[in-house]
């Protein structure tokens, strides 16, 4: 079992930025894939990005990318989400996910945070 609590959403302006985090405690944090994803009001749940184990590989959506950067603390079992030039479509609930590996689909990821609200005014 792993245990995740995400942090760090808020309410911003079109082009602002900012930083989320998801802590992890459980079993060991090295050994799975990250991943954030997000849902907004009447919509599935989507990828937004992912992380391998080392953090030397990485994935993103298309409408993230070049905005988005994730990385990964793996001594303070934590993974980031720094969001950039933010768009007001950017606002959902954004969730954290383990997984084995990197993939695209929600079904892939057993593990999930509670969720954070990113509000992006325009």
């Known amino acids: 079992q792993v245990q995740l609590v995400e942090s760090g959403g808020g309410l911003v302006q079109a082009g602002d930025s900012l930083r989320l985090s998801c802590a992890a405690s459980g079993h060991t944090f090295s050994r799975y894939a990250m991943g954030w994803f997000r849902q907004a009001p009447g919509t599935e749940r989507e990828f937004v990005a992912a992380?391998?184990?080392?953090?030397?590989?990485?994935a993103y959506a298309d409408s993230v990318k070049g905005r988005f950067t994730i990385s990964r603390d793996n001594a303070k079992n934590t993974v980031y989400l720094q969001l950039n030039s933010l768009k007001a479509e950017d606002t959902a609930v954004y969730y954290c996910a383990a997984s084995g590996a990197i993939v695209k689909s929600t079904a892939g990821w057993p593990y999930w945070g509670q969720g954070t609200q990113v509000t992006v005014s325009s």
């Open positions: 992380v391998n184990w080392s953090g030397r590989i990485t």
